[in-house]
């Protein structure tokens, strides 16, 4: 049997004309589906509310309050063992160096020490050649050259601002 | 500002008075959804309660430009689908219906006599049944549309789909109910079926 057009009627809810609901009174008289579309349809939009049992709010409370008090307890504990954790992974790092540290001070403070010459003269190495470079380079560069290179930053600046933008962007739903 | 955004700012700054005001305006259309959705008063009790605890716990994600209704409601119903989903693979079948456990229904005012409420009331029962074999998204998009009256852009923003997978989810669904309505009914009164001239 052809549903068409009663079928869409039914299924979009569409306001029907009288004459339109007398075609699909003499439809339904030899269409069991159609009639079970109808029937369906009724019975949703006549279906009532379900209300919770009394007391609904008071349990949620005291569900909220155990709900706290288990996410203190889950922090507290989280708290604890990353102390606990990082405090023996650091005394394991370091524990070899600290006991050859206690047992010779003075080599230990003779590698220290010429450990911060050497940090102190690569600085002032690489402070003078990037002062070369930036005193040389720029007399040889084009103007575009510093034009592209802004655009270029500004572009890569913009991209940053909009991945952030959409990173802290509130989702809903949950 | 009305006293639902007057709550919601007060909620999102700490206060649980005010979020107890949205739980008890919102409980039982949050109850009613779940209801529908999981078919048993236990499981809607404990799907609507995890529900105002979600929405309790990212409340700060909440965007006050949109209906806090539509926000809890969408939370209700991802919730219900994720639970639909696990106890799809669970051993144990949730199934069983208590007579006595089912949730207490509004009554109706403009009912004419018990025998026809009752009659009501039975179908209305059968047509929840069938509910439960709907898929758990077309089942919330069919809840949100006839017990929320909400628009199918609404459940399009509620269930994270498109406007038109919403009208195909909801006409697919019509029309399974229909048939599954049509298939109970014939199983029901087989005599009058025998009597009648095929439909198709």
């Known amino acids: 049997m052809n549903h068409l057009p009663f079928e869409n009627w039914l299924l979009n809810d569409m306001p029907m004309t009288s004459e339109q609901q007398r075609e699909l009174d003499v439809h339904l008289r030899n269409c069991s589906y159609c009639s079970a579309l109808v029937e369906t349809g009724r019975l949703l939009n006549t279906t009532k509310m379900a209300v919770p049992a009394a007391g609904f709010t008071m349990r949620f409370q005291s569900r909220l309050a155990t709900r706290k008090i288990e996410e203190r307890r889950r922090k507290l504990l989280g708290a604890l063992l990353f102390v606990l954790g990082g405090s023996a992974l650091v005394m394991w790092i370091t524990a070899p160096y600290v006991l050859s540290f206690l047992a010779a001070p003075s080599t230990w403070i003779s590698v220290v020490v010429s450990w911060l010459i050497y940090l102190e003269t690569t600085l002032v190495a690489l402070l003078n050649a990037g002062f070369v470079i930036f005193t040389v380079i720029p007399k040889f560069m084009p103007p575009f050259v510093w034009m592209v290179l802004i655009s270029a930053f500004a572009g890569v600046s913009l991209l940053w601002s909009v991945s952030i933008w959409r990173f802290v962007r509130a989702p809903q739903g949950v | ?200």
């Open chain 2, 1 to 200: 500002m009305n006293d639902e955004n007057a709550w919601v700012t007060q909620a999102q700054q700490g206060s649980d008075e005010a979020f107890t005001q949205l739980v008890e305006t919102y409980q039982k259309p949050v109850y009613n959804l779940c209801y529908r959705m999981l078919s048993e008063p236990e499981a809607a009790e404990d799907a609507a309660q995890e529900t105002f605890l979600r929405a309790y716990q990212n409340l700060h994600r909440y965007d006050n430009s949109r209906s806090f209704g539509t926000w809890i409601l969408s939370i209700a119903a991802h919730y219900c689908i994720d639970r639909l989903r696990k106890r799809k693979f669970s051993v144990f079948s949730l199934d069983v219906e208590d007579e006595d456990g089912m949730p207490f229904e509004l009554p109706d005012p403009d009912s004419p006599n018990p025998e026809t409420e009752s009659g009501k009331r039975e179908d209305r029962d059968r047509l929840h049944l069938l509910l439960k074999d709907l898929d758990a998204t077309d089942r919330a998009a069919v809840i949100m549309r006839y017990w929320y009256d909400y628009s199918e852009v609404e459940i399009a923003q509620s269930l994270n789909l498109t406007v038109s997978a919403v009208k195909s989810r909801l006409h697919r669904s019509r029309r399974a109910l229909a048939e599954m309505w049509q298939s109970e009914k014939s199983r029901a009164y087989p005599e009058r079926r025998s009597r009648e001239s095929l439909a198709f």
